[in-house]
Nanobody, 124 residues
Framework: QVQLVESGGGLVQAGGSLRLSCAAA????????LGWFRQAPGKEREFVAA????????AYADSVKVRFTVSRDNAKNMGYLRMTSLKPEDTALYYC?????????????????WGQGTQVTVSS
């Protein structure tokens, strides 16, 4: 079973940057789409970004487009989410997920594997 571990979260001022990492414990990380989701208190989990297995395709939620960049290194079983120009509304618990088909990247239920999340807090 794939284990995903997120890291890189923290407290940052508005306008700042963070890079989240997602480490996979198993080579099945390479089998599908890598996605990033977030969940703020009292809100539903929402799609943030996704990258296809090959890395040739990426997708972003409108709210983070241009500011966030998703990437992956399959040789290292690693995924990344570079976040810039952070806003207080980006505050949430961020999760990485793996194993979805590319066409279903926005749907959380499509992912087979999830990490425990890393907290991102943006102060105003």
């Amino acid at each position: 079973q794939v284990q995903l571990v997120e890291s890189g979260g923290g407290l940052v001022q508005a306008g700042g940057s963070l890079r989240l990492s997602c480490a996979a414990a198993d080579t099945t990380f390479n089998s599908g789409t890598l996605g990033w989701f977030r969940q703020a208190p009292g809100k539903e989990r929402e799609f943030v970004a996704a990258i296809s297995w090959s890395g040739s395709s990426t997708a972003y939620a409108d709210s983070v487009k241009v500011r966030f960049t998703v990437s992956r290194d399959n040789a290292k079983n690693m995924g990344y989410l570079r976040m810039t120009s952070l806003k207080p509304e980006d505050t949430a618990l961020y999760y990485c997920a793996a194993g979805a088909r590319w066409g279903l990247y926005r749907q959380a239920v499509s992912y087979n594997y999830w990490g425990q999340g890393t907290q991102v807090t943006v102060s105003s």
